[in-house]
Nanobody
Framework: QVQLVESGGGLVQAGGSLRLSCVAS????????VGWYRQAPGKQRELVAA???????DYADSVKGRFTISRGNFKNTVYLQMNSLKPEDTAVYYCNALFGLADYWGKGTLVTVSS
């Protein structure tokens, strides 16, 4: 069974940076694509950044130029580098990975940005 574990969340002041990690285990296959999502209190979950199967990347307009998604050197590891954080970036951040035709979710990591 594939499991995704996010880490790296925490409390940071506005303007600061955090790097989130997502590690997949329980499979010998590489993921096809990975997305970072976030869900703020009272809001719907939204896609923040995606690493596609062709290694292209996509970002939500709200994070373009501030967030970077990248593949780690270790197998099935993905990072989300978040710079110039704003209070509105406060949310639980989730990793979603596609393996073949099935996708999996992690349990999330909380990011809190104070003003």
């Amino acid at each position: 069974q594939v499991q995704l574990v996010e880490s790296g969340g925490g409390l940071v002041q506005a303007g600061g940076s955090l790097r989130l990690s997502c590690v997949a285990s329980g499979t010998s296959f590489n993921f096809n694509a990975v997305g970072w999502y976030r869900q703020a209190p009272g809001k719907q979950r939204e896609l923040v950044a995606a690493l596609n199967g062709d290694s292209s990347t996509d970002y939500a307009d709200s994070v373009k130029g501030r967030f970077t998604i990248s593949r780690g050197n270790f197998k099935n590891t993905v990072y989300l580098q978040m710079n110039s954080l704003k209070p509105e970036d406060t949310a639980v951040y989730y990793c979603n990975a596609l393996f073949g035709l099935a996708d999996y979710w992690g349990k999330g990591t909380l990011v809190t940005v104070s003003s």
